[in-house]
Nanobody
Framework: QVQLVESGGGLVQAGGSLRLSCAAS????????MGWYRQAPGKQRELVAVITRGGSTIYADSVKGRFTISRDNAKSTVYLQMNRLKTEDTAVYYCNAKYGLLHRDFWGQGTQVTVSS
């Protein structure tokens, strides 16, 4: 079992930056990929960025060049540095961990990111 706790959301003006953190606890040695997803009002949850245990990354096209995902395996923490934020980045951001051989999904509670114009 894995527990994920996110922090770092908030209100920022367009063009600004925020850094999200997600700390994992529990059976952390069985965590594989970690990532960030987001869900805006009235929309489906979507992938933002994923990082493998070895450090390979995948980004949604909408955030490439603006967001950077990183991971500190020693601290069992994944980060999302968000730069040049746009109003369309407004959403609840969720941390995700893939656990074990079956890559079972675990989710954090979500953190609100609001970008004002």
């Amino acid at each position: 079992q894995v527990q994920l706790v996110e922090s770092g959301g908030g209100l920022v003006q367009a063009g600004g930056s925020l850094r999200l953190s997600c700390a994992a606890s529990g059976s952390i040695f069985s965590i594989n990929d970690m990532g960030w997803y987001r869900q805006a009002p009235g929309k489906q949850r979507e992938l933002v960025a994923v990082i493998t245990r070895g450090g390979s990354t995948i980004y949604a096209d909408s955030v490439k060049g603006r967001f950077t995902i990183s991971r500190d395996n020693a601290k069992s923490t994944v980060y999302l540095q968000m730069n040049r934020l746009k109003t369309e980045d407004t959403a609840v951001y969720y941390c995700n961990a893939k656990y074990g051989l079956l890559h079972r999904d675990f989710w954090g509670q979500g953190t609100q990111v609001t970008v004002s114009s």
